[in-house]
T-cell receptor, first 116, second 113 residues
Framework: GAGVSQSPSNKVTEKGKDVELRCDPISGHTALYWYRQSLGQGLEFLIYFQGNSAPDKSGLPSDRFSAERTGGSVSTLTIQRTQQEDSAVYLCASSLIAGGPTDTQYFGPGTRLTVL | AQSVAQPEDQVNVAEGNPLTVKCTYS??????LFWYVQYPNRGLQFLLK??????LVKGSYGFEAEFNKSQTSFHLKKPSALVSDSALYFC???????????FGAGTRLFVKA
């Protein structure tokens, strides 16, 4: 596609429910990144993929968070047993390849998650 | 460890005046530096980057940034601000040998007509 797409754009859920957030990167981009942006805050790195592998999962806040990427394309971020502090905008970005001078990240519009 | 600081939470400037949004960084090796802009309810939009070469980098919408190695800074500039430039600006850094890009906390720019 022309840009990074994310779905849903908005998600309201009840505390304790599981949610899945989807990211579709720019065609041909092998690297994919997930960030979290809390209200009025900067970006918090969560995880990145090079192809289908996730070399760095250090940013995942807890074991309730997981992510996968299949076919080197679409990625899903799953949050289990959601808590109110999970409320944030979840941003996805992709780049040609992770690291190096060509790694310029292009962002999707984000998914706004609200946990009631 | 790498880090980036945007010392101003907010910058106010009158339309037509020059603007500067400040950024300083810390990396162990050589830096790759980026500026992004975020409009309300939107994702981040890439403005420009410094990889190597000329210290003055030109980007989208008339923005430019100057890499200063001795001061470890990468300030964003525009000669004449527009009201439509009002947005949240993020500076980011990555070590040339690394894979993780670190973003600053953001600076909110207000341009008054």
């Amino acid at each position: 596609g022309a840009g990074v797409s994310q779905s849903p754009s908005n998600k309201v859920t009840e505390k304790g429910k599981d949610v899945e957030l989807r990211c579709d990167p720019i065609s041909g981009h092998t690297a994919l990144y997930w960030y979290r942006q809390s209200l009025g805050q900067g970006l918090e790195f969560l995880i990145y993929f090079q192809g289908n592998s996730a070399p760095d999962k250090s940013g995942l806040p807890s074991d309730r968070f997981s992510a996968e990427r299949t076919g080197g394309s679409v990625s899903t971020l799953t949050i289990q047993r959601t808590q109110q502090e999970d409320s944030a905008v979840y941003l996805c970005a992709s780049s040609l390849i992770a690291g190096g001078p060509t790694d310029t990240q292009y962002f999707g519009p984000g998914t706004r998650l609200t946990v009631l | 460890a790498q880090s980036v600081a945007q010392p101003e939470d907010q910058v106010n400037v009158a339309e037509g005046n020059p603007l500067t949004v400040k950024c300083t960084y810390s990396v162990s090796g050589n830096p790759y530096l980026f500026w992004y802009v975020q409009y309300p309810n939107r994702g981040l939009q890439f403005l420009l980057k410094y990889i190597t070469g000329d210290n003055l980098v030109k980007g989208s919408y008339g923005f430019e940034a100057e890499f200063n190695k001795s001061q470890t800074s990468f300030h964003l500039k525009k000669p004449s601000a527009l009201v439509s430039d009002s947005a949240l600006y993020f500076c980011a850094v990555r070590d040339e040998r690394g894979f993780k890009t670190i973003f600053g906390a953001g600076t909110r720019l207000f341009v008054k007509a």
